[in-house]
């Protein structure tokens, strides 16, 4: 016998009573279990009368062994019979416990249902992209300086020049490690040395010699100058500026870029890609925008431990992409001076929403019946086969189709309720 509470927060009891041959049969099998390991002089351990290992084990061992065995398959049954979806372990406890029968009371939280209010004819709102005359200028200049050369100049040093020094650094007046270099091209502006140095270099010019005070950021990778103060001596061998060539056809099919023969060829490319990366932007907003309204219509209540496995999860995708990179996630934590509890209580936000959109999600996938069909997981199977260049037998071996099957049916739930936006 089993019944099912819901409290708050998708917290409730799952109480179940067992009794009866069942009950029996499992104090039998415990006493069995715990016979096994009992030591009886002149016997080996285990095969002593059964009348002398009754001597050696009370009831109370029995029961609760008993209890033990018994709580899983209860567990299960309950879950099944009151179709309970759990988001996490649940806690066990015993509200009675004797030759007669057990009382199991578990404490389960369950994933937590969703009102949807209004899900279609929400607002989805792509604002109009144009590329202004600046960005398109901007976009000139990269082109013109990414075939600049460098010319030696008798001027002061500007943003943007590159001056070519020696420099030797010291702390409390003694020359440290690591801190001295000759005829080093500098491009100022580059932010290529520690903050405060380049600045303390325009103006300059060559055969001028200056002490740069600057202090070390706290979180440098020497432990010894990590937010230290130190002097530069530094001197300018040669001063170098950016001659930019011309913008013109010629400049324009240096570029190798396809189907460009001409500066006007150039800027319709250019053209292009910008206003591909401004509508990009722009359905990401608009999507977002659509998503916060759909959650905002939505009531649903993220059980705690939701957002905690959420959190866990955030972090582990977060330690893989700096693992990519060649960066260890106890790195980051040293470099930014953060714990582990303040990085998980900054991601709770986040992951709250994420948890939340996806509950909303499956909750219309649900009330609108939208399935991922075979077809679909196959394409899936054979896109992501296509992107990563491997087998398709082996992709499947990797991902399970459940998991794409989900992703299928979020994506279609998605679209669903911006096809019925306004």
């Not at 002089?41 to 009754?54: V, Y």
Request: proline share 2%.
């Amino acid at each position: 016998m089993s019944t099912w509470t819901l409290k708050e927060n998708s917290c409730g009891e799952l109480k179940i009573t067992l009794n009866g041959e069942n009950w029996k049969a499992l104090q039998l099998k415990a006493f069995d279990k715990i016979a096994k390991n009992v030591e009886i002089e002149g016997f080996r351990k285990g095969k002593a009368p059964k009348a002398l290992i009754q001597k050696q084990i009370n009831e109370q061992q029995i029961l609760m062994e008993a209890a033990e065995l018994g709580a899983q398959d209860c567990l299960t049954a309950g879950i099944v019979e009151h179709d309970l979806f759990l988001v996490a372990r649940p806690d066990l406890g015993i509200d009675e416990l004797n030759a007669e029968g057990v009382a199991y009371n578990f404490t389960i939280t369950v994933k937590p249902e969703v009102k949807l209010n209004k899900y279609t004819g929400l607002t989805y709102t792509m604002e109009d992209v144009v590329v202004s005359d600046e960005e398109m200028n901007v976009e000139l200049v990269k082109v013109q300086e990414n075939f600049a050369e460098l010319s030696v100049k008798d001027s002061e040093v500007v943003n943007g020049d590159t001056a070519v020094i020696d420099f030797e650094g010291f702390k409390d007046g003694v020359a440290f490690d690591g801190g001295q270099g000759e005829n080093f091209p500098l491009e100022i502006g580059s932010n290529s040395f520690i903050p405060g140095f380049e600045e303390q270099i325009i103006g300059m010019k060559q055969g001028d010699s200056k002490d740069l005070d600057v202090t070390f950021p706290e979180a440098y990778g020497a432990e010894d100058l990590a937010g230290k103060a130190v002097v530069f001596k530094v001197s300018i061998k040669e001063v170098k500026g950016k001659v930019l060539p011309e913008l013109n056809d010629e400049l324009a099919k240096d570029t190798n870029t396809d189907g460009v023969e001409t500066l006007e060829d150039l800027k319709n490319s250019i053209n292009a890609k910008l206003l591909d990366a401004k509508k990009q932007t722009a359905e990401n907003n608009a999507l977002d925008n659509l998503i916060t309204e759909l959650v905002e219509n939505s009531e649903v209540e993220v059980p705690a431990v939701m957002v905690e496995n959420e959190v866990e999860d955030m972090i582990k995708e977060q330690s893989q992409r700096m693992q990519q990179q060649g960066f260890g996630f106890e790195q980051f934590l040293q470099m930014t001076g953060q714990s582990i509890e303040s990085v998980k209580e900054q991601f709770k936000g986040d992951a709250t929403s994420r948890i939340k959109v996806r509950l909303i999600l499956e909750a219309v996938a649900k009330a609108e019946n939208i399935t991922a069909n075979e077809e679909e997981i196959a394409k899936e199977f054979e896109a992501i086969a296509t992107t990563y260049k491997m087998e398709i037998e082996k992709v499947k071996e990797m991902i399970d189709a459940s998991n794409l099957t989900y992703d299928i049916e979020m994506r279609k739930a998605l679209d669903f309720v911006k096809a019925s936006a306004i």
